[in-house]
């Protein structure tokens, strides 16, 4: 057996040696071009060289859990991709979102604003049924965010592109359900996959269905946000403020005005990062059971490319 490992995001001295810890009558290698043909690859970001010299993959793993950098290139023909469904990402989102809904509810900015001016001004919390929460997608990561939100009371809403159901949690499906979901949340979390559908969802006249006064948490991808849409409904204050975690230019350039914005919370794309047990864990068991016979389908994670994710 053969593995190509490929992302020079990381270190990749680690994830080799596990590997081959896991496998150890496996040949494991970088990917150079012109390699051998291999029977599996580790990958983020890929050059289409990768894959167009491998057309004799079992499977293709990708070292996150979206897939939209992986699938705007020509994918070998039949050969099924895995994208990570958790490996430890998702208490990472839950904790991230949790921690930006209560400071949004217990108005903990300016809490700290009045600190840094020396003013002792007590701020008495709103109704929590005046905080509506509503999460976009419902996958892994979103479910995990909802379960996590049910700790703290808020109402939560739900949508996704088809219908799900959660115990405790209001969903909305489709198309005919979305202005609806809108129209009832007050804060808004994106954890959507990007696809052609979804780019450019965080508009103007979408978040200009949120109850007055919203907040916006985006921790999906930078593409999914018209950024000038956001700036126009912070000045007329139909929005008091986002947190982003994901831009569309990343590093965020230093001339975007969102770094200028007070309005608007910025981290690094940070919210939920990719940790290398767990995610060696998963990749590894998959491969292990191909290699016994498995189908792909039977197996978590496997993308369909015809709905981008």
Known sequence: MRILFHDLTLDPEPW???LRLAFPQADVALWQPGAPQADYA??????????????????LFNIAAGVDALL????????????????????????????????????????QADAQAGRWQQRQPQPRAQCPVGVMGLGVLGQRVLRG????????????????HMEGVQTFAGP???????????????????TPE?????????????????????????????DEDLLALLDNRHLVGALLDVFR????????????????RITPHTSARTLQQESLSQMVAKMAALQAGAKPESLGGLVRPQVGY
């Open 16 to 18: 080799l040696a596990a």
């Open 149 to 164: 939100l049910q700790a703290f009371d808020f109402p939560l809403r739900g949508w996704s592109r088809t219908p799900k």
């Open 42 to 59: 580790l990958v983020w970001a890929p050059p289409q060289q990768l894959l167009d010299e491998q057309p004799r993959l079992k499977a």
């Open 72 to 111: 705007k290139l020509r994918l070998p023909a039949g050969v099924p991709v895995f994208r990570l469904d958790d490996a430890g990402m998702a208490v990472q989102m839950a904790e991230y979102v949790a921690q930006a809904v209560i400071r949004f509810y217990r108005e903990l900015d300016a809490v």
């Open 249 to 264: 230019q990343e590093p965020l350039p230093a001339e975007h005005p969102f770094w200028r914005e007070p309005r608007i």
């Open 176 to 194: 005919e359900q979305w202005h609806e979901f809108l129209a009832g949340s007050r804060v808004l979390v994106n954890l959507l996959p990007l």
């Open 198 to 226: 979804t780019e450019n969802i965080l508009n103007r006249s979408s978040l200009s269905r949120l109850l007055p006064g919203a907040y916006l948490i985006n921790v999906a991808r930078g593409r999914h946000l018209v």
